[in-house]
């Protein structure tokens, strides 16, 4: 037991030595970067915290409103599209069922899009 405190003493010492007791520049330079990086990180973080903040939830509502607006365009157009195959199919009536729904279909679409344009316009100027 002796010895291994002994050996690990001079390991120790050994290291010192090597080292140079505080003489040897580059730990100091290594530290004074590492800490300049860690504030210029800081900094950045902070800046993107800031800028994604402020336009995070006005996209978000924007692709929502997006994702709206197409799902009202196409559930217009296939909603009517299937009624009208419906149409067809039960009273043998060939393409006029499947026209005019689709047509009708399309005008409802539009008309709901139209609808949640001027919604959206109205929330935006009243901001």
Known sequence: MQAE???SGSVS???REMTGNG???????????LVSLQ?????????????????????DANYRLGNRVLAE???G???GALIGWLIDRFAGTSPWGLL?????GVVVAFRNIF?????????????
């Open 100 to 104: 005019g729904m689709l047509a009708l």
């Open 13 to 15: 010492g050994g290291w």
């Open 39 to 59: 504030e210029r990180l800081d900094r950045a973080e902070a800046a993107e915290a800031k800028r994604a903040g402020s336009g995070a939830p006005e996209s």
């Open 5 to 7: 405190s002994g050996l």
């Open 115 to 127: 609808r949640i344009a001027n919604d959206a316009s109205r929330r935006g100027g009243s901001k």
């Open 73 to 75: 365009l196409l559930g």
């Open 77 to 79: 157009m296939l909603g």
């Open 23 to 33: 003489s040897d520049p580059e730990p100091a330079s290594q530290d004074s970067r």
